[in-house]
């Protein structure tokens, strides 16, 4: 295809709307087309964030994707994921496979979420949200979580993403005297004083914030978009020869077909996709063409893609902005460093005294994902010492002793060597060969009969 062509969203007016009535999206299961996965093929009405919201659906019933062949030219959106569970077995279960079905077809909502909104007090049938942003530092965690105690508030779920300095967390609360949503306007705007005084700490230059939200939120997706807002991919005081585990990005021009083409080399992880695609998403580009594909370890990926309003990448500044921030996408959702993860009954400061101990054995938590359910705390950190280091032996020991009945693992993750950049030098050759043996791979293996 040449020229540009503008995705519009197809909420705007009641014919687009008709449109998508009259054409519902089809979603086509498959265990015999791939010896080694589930082929799912879905294809649908087009609009800016379905693929997203398709990748959202999967990874959310912690599917893995393993290859993936996107074409969303024109109005049509038309994919291909080969998928596997955390096995790497295909999928069986009738139960998984009806949800995707529901969740992807015809009477389905996902393409259209609706958007939560924001406000000082909250419906005591919608959960409290509590979202904050700022400065990174030793010990932070734990802090928040003090002031949430004593202002007699419970934590039931929460994660927390560190990446470049910044820090970033959703966290949903209950009021301690009830059991259910904070409403008291006065303790709302208490807690956020707080907060916001502890997530400033001693840096002045950026800003903190917290703000509250009711109903149900994608607490991933808004992790995303809260770090992007954040500018966490504006790297301080660092260097791409540091050493550290660089994730390779590059951008190149498509000019014969009017694409800008993204390229990506990774370590495999799961959600990866997700991930990228959430940035991407919020960069406002669209992905028209594209394919991912994982190995034992590494992760490719490749789109051709255009910004929303039909343009390509027009510039060695945007250039540079669309791979740090996917830099930023693939780093977020650290694995490495000590990984931490707690099993034990459930009860009012808990999640304060553990991050307390945490905080006095020299540790820093990178990312955490915390949950009650039954009565039940799960609880995952991942952790280095405060220079940024491993944990060394003697600290996992002091913490065995003092946290052992709770752990459930305790796995050392080390960082991971320095590549140096190949992206570039391969692109050329990929660029003409490799999406359309990769298409014409999708027509002759996933074609509908």
Same mark, same amino acid.
């Given at each position: 295809?040449?020229?540009? !062509? ?10 687009? =709307? ?16 791939c ?8 294809? @649908? ?7 997203? #919201? ?5 990874t ?5 994707? $393993? =290859?993936?062949?996107?074409s ?18 295909? *999928?069986?279960?009738?139960? *998984?496979? +009806? ?13 259209? /979420?609706?958007?939560?909104? +924001? ?13 904050l ?6 010990g932070?965690?734990?802090e ?22 910044? %820090? ?23 807690? =956020?004083?707080?907060? !916001? ?6 840096d002045? @230059?950026?800003?903190a ?5 009711m ?38 021009? !498509?000019? #014969?077909?009017?694409?800008?083409? %993204? ?30 594909? $994982? ?6 990926? #490749? ?8 343009? /390509?990448?027009?510039?060695e ?9 996917l830099?930023?996408?693939?780093e ?15 009860? &009012?400061?808990?999640?304060?005294? &553990? ?5 006095e ?23 280095s010492?405060?220079?940024g280091? /491993?944990?060394?032996?003697?600290? *996992?020991?002091?913490?065995s ?17 320095? =590549? ?14 490799l999406?359309?043996?990769?298409f ?10």
């Amino acid at each position: 295809m040449t020229g540009s !062509c503008q995705v519009v969203d197809v909420d705007d007016d009641e014919y687009a =709307k008709l449109i998508r009535r009259m054409n519902p999206p089809r979603v086509v299961i498959d265990n015999d087309a791939c010896d080694n996965a589930t082929v799912i093929r879905v294809d @649908s009405v087009n609009k800016h964030g379905i693929l997203l #919201e398709v990748v959202r659906v999967l990874t959310d019933l912690n599917l893995v994707i $393993t =290859k993936a062949y996107i074409s969303s030219d024109g109005s049509w959106f038309m994919d291909v994921f080969n998928v596997t569970d955390r096995d790497g077995n295909k *999928i069986w279960d009738e139960e *998984i496979i +009806s949800c995707i079905q529901k969740s992807l077809g015809s009477d389905a909502c996902c393409f259209f /979420p609706k958007l939560r909104n +924001s406000a000082g007090v909250m419906p005591s049938n919608e959960p409290t949200f509590v979202e904050l942003t700022g400065t990174d530092r030793p010990g932070l965690l734990s802090e928040i979580c003090a002031v949430l105690a004593n202002s007699k508030c419970n934590v039931v779920k929460a994660e927390l993403w560190t990446h470049n300095a910044r %820090v970033a967390a959703v966290v949903r609360v209950t009021d301690e005297s009830t059991g259910g949503a904070v409403e008291d306007p006065e303790k709302l705007s208490m807690i =956020k004083d707080l907060l !916001c005084n502890v997530l400033k700490g001693d840096d002045a @230059s950026r800003t903190a914030s917290m703000t509250v939200s009711m109903g149900h939120t994608h607490t991933e997706r808004r992790l995303h978009q809260m770090m992007f807002s954040d500018r966490d991919y504006e790297r301080i005081g660092a260097t791409e020869g540091a050493d550290k585990s660089w994730p390779q990005v590059a951008v190149m021009d !498509c000019s #014969e077909k009017d694409y800008s083409v %993204v390229i990506m080399r990774s370590r495999d992880r799961p959600k990866l996709l997700f991930d990228t695609l959430c940035t991407l998403t919020d960069m406002q580009y669209v992905v028209h063409h594209g394919t991912v594909d $994982t190995g034992e370890e590494e992760a490719y990926q #490749e789109y051709y893609i255009r910004h929303v309003d039909g343009h /390509p990448i027009s510039s060695e500044a945007e250039r540079r902005r669309v791979i740090e921030c996917l830099e930023a996408a693939i780093e977020r959702r650290a694995t490495e460093g000590l990984e931490l993860v707690l099993r034990t009954e459930d009860r &009012i400061g808990l999640l304060s005294d &553990i991050t307390r101990i945490l905080r006095e054995n020299g540790l820093t938590i990178r990312r955490a994902e915390i949950s009650t359910e039954d009565g039940k705390a799960f609880d995952t950190f991942f952790l280095s010492e405060m220079s940024g280091n /491993p944990v060394e032996a003697k600290t *996992i020991d002091s913490i065995s002793r003092q946290l052992g009945h709770m752990i459930v693992r305790l796995k050392q993750n080390p960082l991971l060597p320095s =590549k140096s950049p190949e992206v570039a030098g391969a692109a050329g050759f990929l660029f003409g060969n490799l999406l359309k043996a990769s298409f014409q791979s999708f027509w002759l293996v996933g074609s509908y009969s």
